[in-house]
């Protein structure tokens, strides 16, 4: 089975710009969760969703939105970049048994100039 | 930092066994260990549900805290491939609202 899918891999932005980026979950998994991840630091939180529904939001400004679609897939949008966006960003998908345990995807290094 | 992590670097030899902890000050429905290689996302490696729970997973050994609020992460035997960055997380739901939480996590160097 495919494990989570993210894209674009890598990202270059300029500030001020907005950014869109994808995940697919493992196939039968509904759950997808977005972290944020700067080096040196664990992943943060920025979202949850479960059939289509946010069920947790992190820390964030509302520069930061996500959605889920009927296929379960997911995007995160960021809107007026700051340097300070720069980071590695995570997608996440869980069964719904288990919707405590994150399986990651490889991420999208974004970078903003 | 909700989660800290102790100790933040470690280096040890091959064939050492390690432990890794993790405390917190909230209460955490569950709690799992991940692991982290150089681009790449955090693999799961244990999951515990139960207050004072003990799993196992090959040559790794966790136990969640009575409390609910600590952990701990033995490795046994270790080997080269076992370096990477160990983080813990917790899980929580407050108000409806669920959210997982990462340590900063606990760099791993394991000399042949």
């Known amino acids: 089975d495919a494990g989570v899918t993210q894209s674009p891999t890598h990202l270059i932005k300029t500030r001020g710009q907005q950014v869109t980026l994808r995940c697919s979950p493992i196939s039968g998994h509904k759950s997808v969760s977005w972290y944020q991840q700067v080096l040196g630091q664990g992943p943060q939180f920025i979202f949850q969703y479960y059939e289509k529904e946010e069920r947790g939001r992190g820390n964030f400004p509302d520069r930061f939105s996500a959605r889920q679609f009927p296929n379960y897939s997911s995007e995160l949008n960021v809107n007026a970049l700051l340097l300070g966006d720069s980071a590695l960003y995570l997608c996440a998908s869980s069964p719904r048994d288990r919707v405590t345990e994150a399986f990651f995807g490889q991420g999208t290094r974004l970078t903003v100039v | 930092q909700l989660l800290e992590q102790s100790p933040q670097f470690l280096s040890i030899q091959e064939g050492e066994n390690l432990t890794v902890y993790c405390n917190s000050s909230?209460?955490?429905?569950?709690l799992q260990w991940y692991r982290q290689e150089p681009g790449e996302g955090p693999v799961l490696l244990i999951a515990l549900y139960k207050a004072g729970e003990l799993t196992s997973n090959g040559r790794l050994t966790a136990q969640f805290g009575i409390t609910r609020k600590d952990s701990f992460l033995n490795i046994s035997a270790s080997i080269p491939s076992d370096v990477g960055i160990y983080f813990c997380a917790g899980y929580q739901t407050q108000g409806g609202s669920e959210k997982l939480v990462f340590g900063k996590g606990t760099k791993l160097t394991v000399n042949p």
């Open positions: 909230s209460v955490f429905s569950s």
